[in-house]
Structure formats: structure tokens, C-alpha cells
């Protein structure tokens, strides 16, 4: 007889595959960005790709907000601003680094999370997870690290990775299933009100390649529009200390697309920094789930 924890379990499975997919989605975008972004403006890709993901999610469920109750919209427009600002600093880094070494850097918000979700609110970190952090910023530094300074690309990519780590606590604190496809809709909207309101002073510049369009198009509708939907709707089911150890593969999938597609080269510096920030991810991912920090409940403030 099956117990009742079974389809726990099981929509528990399925919320992880989907942040798994939702994750190589996003690491196959790092050498499409890379290459994009010598035609496009940083601002004017992102206004771009949002506008379109928002519109495809509004198309799909156009009475989705008006569901919400009011304090549900304002906490999505708070994670569309912090989301969007980390995709402003992240591509514009981007434009500025290796695309597998900003994936690597991207990644370290599976670190900043439990940190965040500890300071902010007061759940345990343990001393694991803490040694998990020291091998992570030591493979940081082997990884980016020039002398005693970051590079202007890897300092707004670490600073981005913040904000996700941020995004990913509120997500996790704050999403319903119930509310999924309306609160991805009003953070798209929210993240293309922000790039809009960047992009315009200076004019918007629009793709003229029909591969640079397909591009846009692939990463508003799939890693943009599908995945922000597929991890909203995960995280009410996932707690955000493991979503973060799951999307933790997005720096090993950046890494491989950056060298299958991108002709990037294998550096002894990207395979050691790498292997320490990996190594950082497991240890938190493969310790007994007694004595992962205490998981972040949802709350209502």
C-alpha cells in the first residue's frame, strides 16, 4: 500500500527535473548571449527578450494576474525587480567575460542562498554548509581572480549571482502553485519595464539577423517565459536551499555549450576554479537531508 508521502515524492521528482531542464536551458544561452551582445545592447536585448516572454505568457493565460490577490502581485514585482536587475549586471558582465567563466561565477548563488536565507530568515547554516562556501569563494579566486583584483565582468556577475540568490529565497518563501503562470507573468513584465525604462534614453536597437531574431526568440519563449514559469511553479514545491544545489548545474552546462559551440579553450585556471565551485555544490547536494540548514518555510509578510 502506498504511503501517503508518495505523491509528495513524486511531484517533488518532478519539480527538480524541471528545474534541471530549466537550468541546461539557461546554460545553453551563455555563448548565444556572448555572441549577441556584440550587435545588440545589453538593455535593449533584455527589453526585448522580456516584452516577448511576457506577452507569449499573457497570450497563453491572460486572466492569470487578475487572480491574484493583491499582496501576491506586489511580492512578484519585488522578485521581477531583483530578477531583472540581475539580468541587467549578469549580460552585461557577460559582455565582458568568457562565457564559461561567467556561468562558473553565475553559479555561486547556490552558495549565497543558504547565506541569504540565514540572514534574512534566521533559518540554521551548518558548519558543512559554511566549509561548502570557503571552497567555493577559494575557487572563485582561482577562477577570476588577477592579483589582489576581480575584473569589471566577473565583479557585476558576482554581484548578480547575489541577486538571484535573493530572488531565489523570495521565490521560494513566497510562490504557490496556484500562482505560478500569474506571478511569472508580472515578473516578465516587471524585468521589461526596467530594461524598457534603461533602453529608451538612447534609442532601441533591434536585431537585423534572422539568426539573431531566432536567437531572442528561443530565449524569450524558452529560457525566458518557460523557465521563469517552470521554477516559480517548482520552488512552491522545493525549498530554496535545494533549488539552488539543483540549478547549481547551470555553470557545468554553460561550460560545455561555451566549448562545444562557443570554441572556447580548456584552461587549467577554468578546470581548477571550476572543479572547486562544483566540488562546493556537491558537498551540500550529497550530505544526509537531516543535516542540510533547516529548509526556508513559505511565509506571508
Not at 553559479?107 to 542562498?113: E, K
Not at 502553485?177 to 534614453?201: E, K, N
Request: aromatic share 6%.
Amino acid at each position: 500500500m502506498p504511503s501517503a508521502a508518495d505523491p509528495e515524492r513524486r511531484v517533488a521528482l518532478l519539480a527538480t527535473l524541471t528545474l534541471l531542464a530549466m537550468t541546461a536551458c539557461w546554460g545553453s544561452t551563455f555563448y548565444l548571449i556572448h555572441d549577441l551582445l556584440t550587435r545588440v545592447p545589453v538593455v535593449d536585448f533584455l527589453a526585448l527578450r522580456f516584452t516577448i516572454a511576457g506577452a507569449a505568457l499573457l497570450l497563453i493565460a491572460p486572466r492569470a494576474i487578475g487572480r491574484l490577490a493583491p499582496d501576491v502581485r506586489r511580492r512578484a514585482l519585488v522578485l521581477g525587480a531583483l530578477y531583472g536587475g540581475a539580468q541587467i549586471l549578469q549580460t552585461t558582465g557577460l559582455a565582458h567575460t568568457p562565457a564559461s567563466v561567467s556561468g562558473f561565477i553565475t553559479g555561486m548563488y547556490v552558495v549565497l542562498t543558504p547565506l541569504f536565507a540565514a540572514a534574512i530568515l534566521r533559518t540554521r547554516i551548518t558548519r558543512l554548509t559554511l566549509a561548502a562556501v570557503a571552497v567555493a569563494m577559494g575557487g572563485l579566486a582561482v577562477l577570476t581572480l588577477n592579483g589582489l583584483s576581480i575584473g569589471y565582468g566577473e565583479g557585476l556577475t558576482l554581484i548578480a549571482a547575489g541577486l538571484y540568490a535573493l530572488h531565489i529565497v523570495g521565490l521560494g518563501a513566497w510562490s504557490r502553485p496556484a500562482d505560478a503562470i500569474g506571478m511569472s507573468i508580472l515578473q516578465c513584465l516587471m524585468i521589461a519595464a526596467i530594461c524598457l525604462v534603461a533602453a529608451v534614453p538612447h534609442g532601441i536597437t533591434l536585431p537585423h539577423r534572422t539568426s539573431d531574431w531566432l536567437s531572442v526568440i528561443y530565449m524569450a519563449l524558452f529560457a525566458g517565459a518557460a523557465a521563469l514559469l517552470g521554477q516559480t511553479w517548482a520552488q512552491a514545491h522545493l525549498p530554496p536551499t535545494r533549488s539552488a544545489i539543483i540549478m547549481s548545474m547551470e555553470p557545468v552546462f554553460a561550460a560545455f555549450f561555451a566549448v562545444l559551440l562557443g570554441g572556447e579553450s580548456i584552461t587549467a585556471r577554468m578546470l581548477g576554479g571550476g572543479a572547486m565551485v562544483l566540488a562546493a555544490m556537491l558537498i551540500v547536494e550529497l550530505v544526509p537531508r537531516r543535516r542540510i540548514e533547516v529548509e526556508v518555510p513559505h511565509i506571508a509578510v
